[in-house]
Protein backbone atom coordinates (compact mmCIF):
# COMPACT_ATOMS: atom_id res chain seq x y z
CA UNK A 1 0.00 0.00 0.00
CA UNK A 2 1.29 3.35 -0.79
CA UNK A 3 -1.08 5.93 1.53
CA UNK A 4 -4.48 4.61 0.40
CA UNK A 5 -3.40 3.86 -2.85
CA UNK A 6 -3.54 -0.15 -3.33
CA UNK A 7 -1.05 -1.43 -6.56
CA UNK A 8 -1.95 -4.94 -7.26
CA UNK A 9 0.74 -5.87 -9.41
CA UNK A 10 3.13 -5.11 -12.12
CA UNK A 11 1.95 -7.98 -14.36
CA UNK A 12 1.74 -8.21 -18.23
CA UNK A 13 -2.06 -9.13 -18.43
CA UNK A 14 -1.81 -10.28 -21.92
CA UNK A 15 0.72 -12.32 -23.53
CA UNK A 16 3.62 -11.01 -25.24
CA UNK A 17 3.27 -11.62 -29.01
CA UNK A 18 6.75 -10.29 -30.22
CA UNK A 19 7.78 -11.85 -33.10
CA UNK A 20 10.88 -11.34 -31.20
CA UNK A 21 10.44 -13.32 -28.78
CA UNK A 22 9.24 -16.28 -30.12
CA UNK A 23 12.05 -16.79 -32.58
CA UNK A 24 15.28 -17.77 -31.37
CA UNK A 25 18.08 -15.75 -29.51
CA UNK A 26 20.31 -15.56 -31.41
CA UNK A 27 18.48 -14.05 -34.27
CA UNK A 28 17.12 -11.52 -32.39
CA UNK A 29 20.65 -10.94 -30.71
CA UNK A 30 22.35 -10.29 -33.49
CA UNK A 31 19.88 -8.30 -35.32
CA UNK A 32 19.91 -5.88 -32.25
CA UNK A 33 23.19 -5.63 -32.36
CA UNK A 34 23.56 -4.60 -35.89
CA UNK A 35 21.01 -1.87 -35.15
CA UNK A 36 23.08 -0.41 -32.58
CA UNK A 37 26.36 -0.43 -34.58
CA UNK A 38 23.88 1.67 -37.82
CA UNK A 39 22.74 3.89 -35.19
CA UNK A 40 26.05 4.63 -34.06
CA UNK A 41 28.35 4.28 -36.67
CA UNK A 42 27.84 6.81 -40.12
CA UNK A 43 30.04 4.41 -42.51
CA UNK A 44 28.47 1.28 -41.88
CA UNK A 45 25.07 2.91 -42.16
CA UNK A 46 26.07 4.57 -45.22
CA UNK A 47 26.68 1.01 -46.74
CA UNK A 48 23.79 -0.41 -45.54
CA UNK A 49 21.56 2.53 -47.32
CA UNK A 50 23.02 0.79 -49.93
CA UNK A 51 21.24 -2.70 -49.81
CA UNK A 52 18.53 -1.64 -47.35
CA UNK A 53 14.70 -1.19 -47.62
CA UNK A 54 12.64 2.21 -47.86
CA UNK A 55 8.94 3.53 -46.37
CA UNK A 56 8.75 6.68 -48.11
CA UNK A 57 6.51 9.32 -46.76
CA UNK A 58 5.04 12.38 -49.01
CA UNK A 59 4.11 15.24 -46.41
CA UNK A 60 4.73 12.47 -43.49
CA UNK A 61 1.87 9.99 -45.51
CA UNK A 62 3.12 6.60 -45.83
CA UNK A 63 3.02 5.07 -48.96
CA UNK A 64 0.88 2.13 -49.15
CA UNK A 65 0.70 -0.62 -51.79
CA UNK A 66 -2.63 -2.99 -51.86
CA UNK A 67 -3.03 -6.43 -52.80
CA UNK A 68 -7.14 -7.38 -53.24
CA UNK A 69 -7.77 -4.80 -50.88
CA UNK A 70 -4.99 -5.85 -47.75
CA UNK A 71 -3.01 -2.87 -47.53
CA UNK A 72 0.70 -2.69 -46.51
CA UNK A 73 3.63 -0.58 -46.30
CA UNK A 74 5.00 -0.53 -49.75
CA UNK A 75 8.81 -0.96 -48.85
CA UNK A 76 11.41 -0.23 -51.69
CA UNK A 77 14.49 -2.24 -52.11
CA UNK A 78 17.45 0.46 -52.64
CA UNK A 79 17.53 -0.56 -56.19
CA UNK A 80 14.30 -0.16 -56.97
CA UNK A 81 14.38 3.19 -55.39
CA UNK A 82 17.35 4.12 -57.25
CA UNK A 83 15.82 3.49 -60.72
CA UNK A 84 12.55 5.24 -59.68
CA UNK A 85 14.50 8.58 -58.73
CA UNK A 86 16.53 8.06 -62.34
CA UNK A 87 12.98 7.71 -64.22
CA UNK A 88 11.39 10.76 -62.39
CA UNK A 89 14.71 12.81 -63.11
CA UNK A 90 15.51 13.15 -59.61
CA UNK A 91 19.27 12.87 -57.60
CA UNK A 92 19.52 9.70 -55.90
CA UNK A 93 21.12 11.44 -53.32
CA UNK A 94 18.14 12.29 -51.42
CA UNK A 95 18.84 8.86 -49.85
CA UNK A 96 20.94 9.65 -47.70
CA UNK A 97 18.41 12.00 -45.85
CA UNK A 98 16.51 8.34 -45.44
CA UNK A 99 16.20 8.00 -40.80
CA UNK A 100 17.19 4.47 -39.62
CA UNK A 101 14.02 2.83 -38.68
CA UNK A 102 14.92 -0.85 -37.60
CA UNK A 103 15.97 -3.68 -39.30
CA UNK A 104 13.62 -6.50 -41.00
CA UNK A 105 13.66 -10.62 -40.61
CA UNK A 106 16.30 -11.31 -43.02
CA UNK A 107 18.63 -9.02 -41.33
CA UNK A 108 18.16 -5.81 -44.14
CA UNK A 109 18.09 -2.26 -42.59
CA UNK A 110 14.89 -0.50 -42.96
CA UNK A 111 14.90 3.26 -43.35
CA UNK A 112 11.53 5.91 -44.02
CA UNK A 113 12.19 9.08 -46.27
CA UNK A 114 10.35 12.17 -46.69
CA UNK A 115 9.81 12.75 -50.26
CA UNK A 116 7.51 15.71 -50.18
CA UNK A 117 9.43 17.75 -52.60
CA UNK A 118 9.24 15.06 -55.57
CA UNK A 119 6.20 14.70 -57.83
CA UNK A 120 3.43 12.52 -56.00
CA UNK A 121 1.70 11.42 -58.97
CA UNK A 122 4.81 10.00 -60.59
CA UNK A 123 5.91 8.63 -56.79
CA UNK A 124 2.78 6.77 -56.76
CA UNK A 125 2.82 6.19 -60.59
CA UNK A 126 6.49 4.35 -60.64
CA UNK A 127 5.61 2.50 -56.87
CA UNK A 128 2.45 1.34 -57.64
CA UNK A 129 1.25 2.53 -54.23
CA UNK A 130 -0.64 5.48 -52.80
CA UNK A 131 0.45 7.83 -50.02
CA UNK A 132 -1.93 8.20 -47.25
CA UNK A 133 -2.69 10.35 -44.33
CA UNK A 134 -1.74 8.01 -40.95
CA UNK A 135 -5.00 8.85 -39.68
CA UNK A 136 -6.72 7.15 -42.55
CA UNK A 137 -3.73 4.78 -43.13
CA UNK A 138 -4.43 3.64 -39.60
CA UNK A 139 -7.95 1.38 -40.70
CA UNK A 140 -6.53 -0.23 -43.82
CA UNK A 141 -3.07 -1.19 -42.07
CA UNK A 142 -3.41 -4.67 -40.30
CA UNK A 143 -2.23 -4.57 -36.34
CA UNK A 144 1.33 -5.33 -36.60
CA UNK A 145 2.49 -3.01 -39.26
CA UNK A 146 1.04 -0.28 -37.65
CA UNK A 147 4.20 0.53 -35.48
CA UNK A 148 6.92 0.71 -38.05
CA UNK A 149 4.77 3.05 -39.83
CA UNK A 150 4.27 5.25 -37.44
CA UNK A 151 7.40 5.25 -36.05
CA UNK A 152 8.54 6.66 -39.60
CA UNK A 153 6.95 9.13 -39.64
CA UNK A 154 7.41 10.09 -36.21
CA UNK A 155 11.39 10.19 -36.88
CA UNK A 156 10.51 12.31 -39.76
CA UNK A 157 8.78 14.79 -37.95
CA UNK A 158 11.16 14.56 -35.00
CA UNK A 159 14.10 15.80 -37.45
CA UNK A 160 11.88 18.88 -39.22
CA UNK A 161 10.96 20.07 -35.98
CA UNK A 162 14.59 19.85 -34.25
CA UNK A 163 16.72 21.67 -36.66
CA UNK A 164 18.02 24.35 -34.16
CA UNK A 165 19.65 24.04 -30.91
CA UNK A 166 17.39 25.47 -28.06
CA UNK A 167 20.16 26.72 -26.29
CA UNK A 168 22.35 28.49 -29.06
CA UNK A 169 19.52 28.63 -31.92
CA UNK A 170 22.38 27.55 -33.85
CA UNK A 171 21.59 24.70 -36.68
CA UNK A 172 22.03 21.35 -35.55
CA UNK A 173 23.64 18.06 -37.22
CA UNK A 174 22.14 14.86 -37.66
CA UNK A 175 24.12 11.73 -37.62
CA UNK A 176 24.05 9.59 -40.78
CA UNK A 177 21.20 7.01 -39.12
CA UNK A 178 19.08 10.16 -37.76
CA UNK A 179 19.31 8.39 -34.46
CA UNK A 180 20.34 11.96 -32.86
CA UNK A 181 21.48 15.73 -34.13
CA UNK A 182 24.31 17.50 -32.80
CA UNK A 183 24.66 21.44 -31.99
CA UNK A 184 28.21 21.69 -32.72
CA UNK A 185 28.15 25.11 -30.96
CA UNK A 186 26.90 23.96 -27.49
CA UNK A 187 27.90 20.16 -27.60
CA UNK A 188 24.74 19.54 -26.98
CA UNK A 189 22.96 15.92 -28.08
CA UNK A 190 19.74 16.00 -28.94
CA UNK A 191 17.78 12.90 -29.54
CA UNK A 192 14.29 11.69 -30.61
CA UNK A 193 11.22 12.44 -27.75
CA UNK A 194 8.12 10.89 -27.08
CA UNK A 195 6.11 12.56 -24.03
CA UNK A 196 4.57 10.03 -21.08
CA UNK A 197 0.93 9.49 -21.45
CA UNK A 198 -1.07 7.63 -19.13
CA UNK A 199 -4.32 6.04 -20.41
CA UNK A 200 -6.56 4.09 -18.04
CA UNK A 201 -9.71 2.41 -18.15
CA UNK A 202 -11.44 2.42 -14.61
CA UNK A 203 -14.23 -0.16 -13.70
CA UNK A 204 -16.78 -0.28 -10.69
CA UNK A 205 -16.64 -4.19 -10.94
CA UNK A 206 -19.43 -4.91 -13.59
CA UNK A 207 -18.87 -1.69 -15.81
CA UNK A 208 -16.28 0.50 -17.10
CA UNK A 209 -15.08 4.15 -17.54
CA UNK A 210 -15.03 6.09 -20.96
CA UNK A 211 -15.07 9.67 -21.75
CA UNK A 212 -14.77 11.86 -25.02
CA UNK A 213 -13.61 14.53 -26.29
CA UNK A 214 -15.77 17.37 -28.36
CA UNK A 215 -12.76 17.04 -31.05
CA UNK A 216 -13.35 13.18 -31.37
CA UNK A 217 -15.18 11.93 -34.31
CA UNK A 218 -19.22 11.68 -33.52
CA UNK A 219 -19.72 8.76 -31.03
CA UNK A 220 -15.88 7.53 -30.11
CA UNK A 221 -15.60 7.07 -26.48
CA UNK A 222 -11.81 6.21 -25.18
CA UNK A 223 -10.51 5.38 -22.10
CA UNK A 224 -9.19 8.27 -20.01
CA UNK A 225 -5.60 9.41 -20.61
CA UNK A 226 -3.38 12.45 -19.71
CA UNK A 227 -0.12 13.81 -20.22
CA UNK A 228 2.32 12.82 -16.62
CA UNK A 229 3.35 15.85 -15.04
CA UNK A 230 7.44 16.22 -15.05
CA UNK A 231 8.50 14.50 -11.78
CA UNK A 232 5.77 12.62 -11.48
CA UNK A 233 5.17 8.59 -11.90
CA UNK A 234 3.10 6.99 -14.04
CA UNK A 235 0.42 5.78 -11.13
CA UNK A 236 0.31 9.65 -9.88
CA UNK A 237 -0.28 10.19 -13.20
CA UNK A 238 -3.55 7.94 -13.63
CA UNK A 239 -4.40 8.87 -10.66
CA UNK A 240 -4.52 12.56 -10.92
CA UNK A 241 -6.13 12.33 -14.32
CA UNK A 242 -9.30 10.55 -13.28
CA UNK A 243 -9.73 12.88 -10.28
CA UNK A 244 -9.43 15.58 -12.43
CA UNK A 245 -11.57 14.38 -15.49
CA UNK A 246 -14.22 12.51 -13.87
CA UNK A 247 -14.43 13.39 -10.34
CA UNK A 248 -13.08 9.75 -9.04
CA UNK A 249 -10.60 8.14 -7.03
CA UNK A 250 -8.81 5.12 -7.90
CA UNK A 251 -8.53 2.65 -5.71
CA UNK A 252 -6.32 -0.33 -7.55
CA UNK A 253 -4.53 -0.11 -10.88
CA UNK A 254 -2.92 -3.05 -13.07
CA UNK A 255 -0.37 -2.81 -15.44
CA UNK A 256 -1.86 -3.43 -19.31
CA UNK A 257 0.90 -2.22 -21.85
CA UNK A 258 2.24 0.18 -23.53
CA UNK A 259 2.68 1.92 -27.12
CA UNK A 260 4.00 5.34 -29.16
CA UNK A 261 1.13 7.07 -30.54
CA UNK A 262 2.01 9.80 -33.45
CA UNK A 263 -0.54 12.06 -32.46
CA UNK A 264 -0.57 14.99 -32.15
CA UNK A 265 3.22 14.45 -31.32
CA UNK A 266 5.28 11.29 -30.49
CA UNK A 267 3.74 9.97 -27.20
CA UNK A 268 4.88 7.15 -25.12
CA UNK A 269 1.65 5.31 -23.48
CA UNK A 270 1.21 3.40 -20.51
CA UNK A 271 -1.41 1.35 -20.06
CA UNK A 272 -3.19 0.25 -16.60
CA UNK A 273 -6.68 -0.77 -15.39
CA UNK A 274 -7.88 0.63 -12.73
CA UNK A 275 -10.91 0.13 -10.23
CA UNK A 276 -12.62 2.53 -7.70
CA UNK A 277 -15.04 1.94 -4.79
CA UNK A 278 -18.70 0.65 -7.02
CA UNK A 279 -19.87 2.69 -3.29
CA UNK A 280 -18.37 5.96 -5.24
CA UNK A 281 -19.22 5.68 -8.77
CA UNK A 282 -20.63 9.36 -9.15
CA UNK A 283 -18.89 10.91 -12.46
CA UNK A 284 -18.18 14.55 -12.20
CA UNK A 285 -16.92 15.81 -15.98
CA UNK A 286 -14.32 18.49 -16.28
CA UNK A 287 -16.05 19.82 -19.30
CA UNK A 288 -13.14 21.73 -20.11
CA UNK A 289 -11.34 18.35 -20.64
CA UNK A 290 -14.44 15.88 -21.74
CA UNK A 291 -17.58 16.84 -23.48
CA UNK A 292 -19.21 13.16 -21.38
CA UNK A 293 -18.05 10.84 -19.46
CA UNK A 294 -19.71 7.63 -17.98
CA UNK A 295 -20.21 3.99 -17.45
CA UNK A 296 -20.77 1.64 -19.89
CA UNK A 297 -22.48 -2.07 -19.46
CA UNK A 298 -20.69 -5.18 -20.98
CA UNK A 299 -23.09 -5.77 -23.35
CA UNK A 300 -22.80 -1.80 -24.51
CA UNK A 301 -19.19 -2.57 -24.14
CA UNK A 302 -19.32 -5.65 -27.05
CA UNK A 303 -21.41 -4.67 -29.17
CA UNK A 304 -19.06 -1.68 -29.39
CA UNK A 305 -16.16 -3.52 -29.94
CA UNK A 306 -17.98 -5.36 -33.01
CA UNK A 307 -17.63 -1.95 -34.79
CA UNK A 308 -14.52 -1.84 -36.97
CA UNK A 309 -14.57 1.10 -38.50
CA UNK A 310 -16.05 4.77 -37.79
CA UNK A 311 -19.94 4.34 -38.43
CA UNK A 312 -21.34 6.08 -40.86
CA UNK A 313 -24.00 8.79 -39.18
CA UNK A 314 -27.22 8.71 -40.56
CA UNK A 315 -29.45 12.13 -40.44
CA UNK A 316 -31.62 12.43 -37.59
CA UNK A 317 -30.05 9.81 -35.45
CA UNK A 318 -27.69 9.59 -33.05
CA UNK A 319 -24.13 8.71 -33.52
CA UNK A 320 -23.74 5.36 -32.80
CA UNK A 321 -21.30 4.48 -29.80
CA UNK A 322 -17.69 2.75 -30.78
CA UNK A 323 -14.40 2.48 -29.32
CA UNK A 324 -11.12 3.06 -30.99
CA UNK A 325 -9.53 0.80 -32.86
CA UNK A 326 -7.56 -2.46 -32.55
CA UNK A 327 -4.23 -0.27 -33.25
CA UNK A 328 -4.87 2.02 -30.37
CA UNK A 329 -3.61 0.70 -26.54
CA UNK A 330 -7.39 1.80 -25.20
CA UNK A 331 -8.83 -0.75 -27.56
CA UNK A 332 -6.61 -3.17 -25.88
CA UNK A 333 -7.78 -1.98 -22.67
CA UNK A 334 -11.53 -2.71 -23.65
CA UNK A 335 -10.96 -5.75 -25.21
CA UNK A 336 -9.26 -7.06 -21.88
CA UNK A 337 -11.89 -5.49 -19.11
CA UNK A 338 -14.36 -7.41 -21.66
CA UNK A 339 -12.85 -10.95 -21.44
CA UNK A 340 -12.45 -10.34 -17.73
CA UNK A 341 -15.59 -9.66 -17.68
CA UNK A 342 -16.87 -12.79 -19.74
CA UNK A 343 -15.40 -14.97 -17.30
CA UNK A 344 -16.95 -13.73 -14.45
CA UNK A 345 -20.20 -14.12 -15.79
CA UNK A 346 -19.57 -17.47 -16.44
N1 LIG B 1 -3.54 5.25 -28.18
C1 LIG B 1 -4.68 5.36 -27.56
O1 LIG B 1 -5.40 4.38 -27.36
C2 LIG B 1 -5.14 6.72 -27.07
C3 LIG B 1 -4.30 7.80 -27.17
N2 LIG B 1 -4.65 9.00 -26.63
C4 LIG B 1 -3.67 10.09 -26.71
O2 LIG B 1 -3.31 10.46 -25.41
C5 LIG B 1 -2.85 11.80 -25.41
C6 LIG B 1 -3.25 12.50 -24.15
O3 LIG B 1 -4.64 12.49 -23.97
P1 LIG B 1 -5.43 13.82 -23.59
O4 LIG B 1 -6.68 13.37 -22.91
O5 LIG B 1 -5.54 14.70 -24.78
O6 LIG B 1 -4.41 14.50 -22.54
P2 LIG B 1 -4.70 15.50 -21.32
O7 LIG B 1 -5.89 15.03 -20.56
O8 LIG B 1 -3.38 15.65 -20.59
O9 LIG B 1 -5.12 16.85 -22.00
C7 LIG B 1 -4.43 17.39 -23.10
C8 LIG B 1 -3.95 18.77 -22.76
O10 LIG B 1 -2.86 18.67 -21.85
C9 LIG B 1 -1.93 19.72 -22.09
N3 LIG B 1 -0.59 19.11 -22.14
C10 LIG B 1 0.20 18.89 -21.06
N4 LIG B 1 1.34 18.31 -21.41
C11 LIG B 1 1.32 18.15 -22.74
C12 LIG B 1 2.23 17.59 -23.70
N5 LIG B 1 3.42 17.08 -23.35
N6 LIG B 1 1.86 17.54 -25.01
C13 LIG B 1 0.67 18.03 -25.38
N7 LIG B 1 -0.24 18.57 -24.53
C14 LIG B 1 0.08 18.63 -23.21
C15 LIG B 1 -2.42 20.43 -23.34
O11 LIG B 1 -3.12 21.57 -22.89
P3 LIG B 1 -2.94 23.01 -23.56
O12 LIG B 1 -3.16 22.80 -25.04
O13 LIG B 1 -3.98 23.82 -22.88
O14 LIG B 1 -1.54 23.41 -23.27
C16 LIG B 1 -3.39 19.49 -23.97
O15 LIG B 1 -4.45 20.10 -24.69
C17 LIG B 1 -3.41 12.43 -26.69
O16 LIG B 1 -2.30 12.71 -27.52
C18 LIG B 1 -4.25 11.35 -27.32
O17 LIG B 1 -4.10 11.32 -28.75
C19 LIG B 1 -5.84 9.19 -26.00
C20 LIG B 1 -6.74 8.13 -25.89
C21 LIG B 1 -6.49 6.84 -26.50
MG1 LIG C 1 -7.37 13.63 -21.00
Avoid at 21 to 47: I, P
Avoid at 203 to 231: E, H, K, V
Avoid at 254 to 260: R, T
Amino acid sequence: MRGRFQWVSWKVLHSIKSPELSRSCSGYVSRVRYLMRLKEDDEACREALKSGSFLLYYNLAPLLKSNSNVYKPAFLKASDLENMLKKIGRDKHIVSESVLLGCDESGEAQFSLEVGDLDRSALERQCGGVFVDLTKAFFMLSGPEAPIVTKGQALIRWHQTNGFCSATGQPTVRNQSGSHRICHSSGITYYPKMSPVAIVLVSDGSRCLLGRQATFPPGLYSALAGFCDMGESVDEALRREVAEEAGLEVETLQYSGSQHWPFPQSSFMVACHATVNPNNTQVSIDKAELEDAHWFTFKEITEALQIKKPPRISKGEPPAFWVPPSFAIANQLIQEWANQQQLTRK
